[in-house]
């Protein structure tokens, strides 16, 4: 639980890069998903190619307050739970380096399109940043920055981070624009029983330059939790906020997560904005499961099915009050031949006015061959994106050299973690097992 040991880490460099961009483009299954959530809630999704890459561009802005930034993988469809929940938030405490490391960044650049020969917003002015950070020791990292914008005006950053034993991390930065202030601290801490953590961000009213900017704007957001037992987890969460037009957002509220019984259990955790996400999930039998949920205004009542351990259905009712719009829907998950590499999917909805239906179908045929396709016609969805028709066949082929020849293989799943194998395993009495799937520990 160590904060310095646990963020110091050969990629930090990287890490540190991408989260300041503007783009976000990450790993995920082929095939699959990508829901990209803004403060808790989908503002894009994305097909995941069959490369296992994603993108997505032109992301909301930071503008004086913590912008919660998560992408939801879904490995097949967006009825499943989420395979993995990427968060890709700042986190200040994250910018540490070991002891005695230094790091400068710095870039130099001119507002405006290169590729015009006249950009409407090119004023000839240039804008520049350069950055500094030291690890005065394994628990303690210094910063400063310097900014020029592109109206010239010169912003000037100092800060640390620093692990506070073996429990507890803090950073605060402080900087000065133009006889205007600005300050961001982050304080986390973790242990066996509990989380804590404390995020507060102020502007005074010139800082950041806004249009019409018509007082100073801050942002407070506590996260505390405790669990009491193995099987009730409570916490307090709060947000302080008021933005530069003066809109402001102020609770301090329970939150909660509850195994009431080995067959329920129960969740309730206010969002960025102060409404409930509010689950509930029985479990009926092994094979069934109930779940009712309501999150950003949209009721749902699903149930379940496991028919087989490769087999799923799923029916379902959803409300949306912003709307005032409902839809019902069905939905089957199918591992062909019970081989998770024969997929199956096949859906329908109905809200009243149009049936909307989808099939898709995706195969492996051997590590580095696979196959998928899907069509898709009106089939309904809530959280704002359109129904529509679309048809995608794709087929993806993966060779790498193994001596003097190639051989299929499935690259996608290198990386700097994880390698690829290939050839068989024979075993003492001659039988050829495929390595497939084995796991190897070195």
């Known amino acids: 639980t160590d904060f310095a040991s646990d963020l110091n880490f050969d990629s930090f460099l990287a890490e540190d890069v991408d989260v300041q961009r503007d783009i976000i483009r990450r790993d995920g299954p082929p095939g699959g998903i990508a829901e990209l959530r803004i403060n808790d809630r989908p ?49 200040q405490v994250r910018e540490m380096v070991d002891g005695g490391e230094l790091l400068l960044r710095a870039g130099l650049g001119e507002q405006g399109n290169a590729l015009e020969d006249e950009s409407p917003t090119d004023t000839g002015e240039f804008v520049s940043f350069g950055l500094a950070r030291y690890g005065l020791s394994n628990w303690l990292t210094l910063q400063g920055v310097a900014q020029q914008d592109i109206d010239g005006r010169l912003t000037l950053m100092a800060g640390f981070r620093a692990s506070l034993g073996m429990h507890w991390a803090w950073a605060l930065d402080l900087a000065e624009r133009e006889g205007a202030g600005s300050g961001n601290t982050e304080i986390i801490g973790a242990g066996e029983r509990w989380d804590f953590s404390l995020r507060s961000r102020y502007f005074e009213q010139d800082y950041q330059s806004l249009v019409d900017s018509a007082a100073s704007n801050y942002d407070n957001v506590l996260n505390s939790y405790y669990r009491l037992t193995d099987d009730l987890r409570l916490g307090l969460v709060g947000r302080y906020y008021r933005d530069p037009m003066g809109r402001e957002v102020e609770y301090l509220k329970p939150a909660g997560f509850w195994n009431l019984s080995p067959n329920l259990f129960l969740t309730a955790v206010p969002n960025l904005d102060g409404s409930y996400r509010v689950s509930a999930d029985y479990f009926l039998t092994a094979t069934q499961r109930f779940t009712a ?150």
């Open 43 to 91: 503002v894009a999704r994305t097909r995941i190619d069959l490369e296992g890459q994603y993108e997505f561009r032109n992301l909301p802005p930071v503008r004086g307050d913590f912008q919660k930034t998560e992408i939801f993988l879904y490995e097949r469809s967006l009825q499943e739970n989420p395979l993995a929940i990427v968060d890709q938030s700042r986190r």
């Open 293 to 442: 949920l309501y999150d950003n205004d949209i009721y749902s009542a699903t149930h379940n099915y496991n028919r087989t351990p490769w087999q799923n259905i799923q029916t379902g009712y959803e409300y949306s009050d912003l709307l005032g719009a409902d839809r019902i829907f069905s939905q089957l998950s199918w591992y062909l031949d019970d081989n998770r590499y024969n997929y199956l999917q096949a859906g329908i909805s109905y809200n009243g006015d149009d049936l909307g239906y989808f099939l898709s179908w995706n195969r492996i045929l051997t590590p580095g061959i696979e196959f998928e396709a899907l069509y898709e016609d009106s089939y309904r969805l809530f959280e704002g994106f359109d129904a529509g028709r679309r048809i995608m066949l794709g087929l993806r082929m993966d060779f790498a050299a193994v001596g003097t020849r190639l051989t299929p293989t499935d690259n996608r799943r290198v990386n700097f973690s994880r390698g690829g194998v290939s050839g068989q395993i024979r075993t003492s009495e001659g039988q050829r097992l495929n390595v497939t799937d084995v796991g190897i520990r070195i």
